[in-house]
């Protein structure tokens, strides 16, 4: 079976990135002309493997919850006996939108101290809105044929929504989920201001220091592993059309 040559170049990109991650000093030559003053060119403070790592866990535990909760509101708000509730939800998942990041940060901190806490607090606001309005838009525009058919089946509203509604809906909702998962891998670099485990910590080293090369590390790998992740959810999505038998539907 042939490779496409989108595919060998992803392939050849997470090599290189698990290469830089597991033997960062290899790749300090080319990095070196971006120092001054003999500095260091690799991040020597903290283990880039170990941050990348606590990097994406703090951004899938705040990614899955604000999935969990963005759809569950979705799926409330599309229910005959839920639409009330669609202006309150809709305030809710705008929150994060409302407020920057480094604002939810500042008044998340004296709640909750400092590290990890206050970071999952703003990705989690942050990331419920485009899960929320991708999911209602999946929800919202089944092909009437379909829904007919399965009401003349005797399905229970139940049964269509997890047999049918969801399934059709998904490729849309995980393109949602994608976007929230994009815009929290970016957004937890500035959870290392308030003392939290992220890549943020190399690019705010080497802002400190003068460092270009700790700067371009940091983004270089944030940057990297959000075309992986964006793949991934692609592959699933398209993955999905042909389950839902949509071809390529998108989101």
Do not use: C
């Not at 963005?70 to 929150?95: E, K």
């Not at 509604?165 to 929230?180: K, T």
């Amino acid at each position: 079976m042939r490779l496409s040559a989108a595919l060998v170049l992803r392939l050849a990109l997470a090599g290189l990135l698990v290469a830089f991650l597991t033997m960062p000093q290899r790749f300090a030559p080319l990095l070196r002309p971006l120092t001054q003053n003999d500095a260091p060119a690799i991040y020597a403070q903290g283990d880039l493997l170990g941050l990348t790592l606590q990097h994406l866990q703090t951004v899938a535990i705040a990614t899955a919850a604000a999935t969990l909760v963005a759809v569950l509101l979705a799926i409330l708000v599309t229910r005959p006996g839920g639409r009330d509730f669609l202006p309150l939800s809709r305030s809710v998942v705008n929150v994060g939108q409302t407020f920057p990041p480094v604002a939810v940060l500042a008044l998340a901190v004296p709640a909750v101290g400092f590290g990890e806490a206050p970071t999952l607090i703003a990705l989690f606001l942050y990331g419920l809105l485009p899960i929320f309005e991708n999911t209602m838009t999946g929800l919202t525009t089944l092909p009437p044929a379909v829904m007919e058919a399965a009401r003349g089946t005797g399905m229970t509203n139940a049964q269509r929504l997890w047999r049918v509604e969801l399934p059709l809906a998904l490729p849309v909702i995980l393109a949602g989920i994608r976007l929230s998962a994009i815009i929290g891998l970016a957004t937890a670099t500035i959870g290392s201001t308030v003392a939290a485990r992220t890549l943020g910590e190399v690019i705010i080293a080497g802002l400190l220091s003068n460092n270009l090369a700790y700067i371009v590390q940091g983004g270089l790998i944030v940057a990297v592993l959000a075309v992986l992740i964006s793949d991934a959810f692609g592959t699933a999505e398209r993955f999905a059309a042909r389950r839902a038998g949509q071809g390529g539907r998108k989101g």
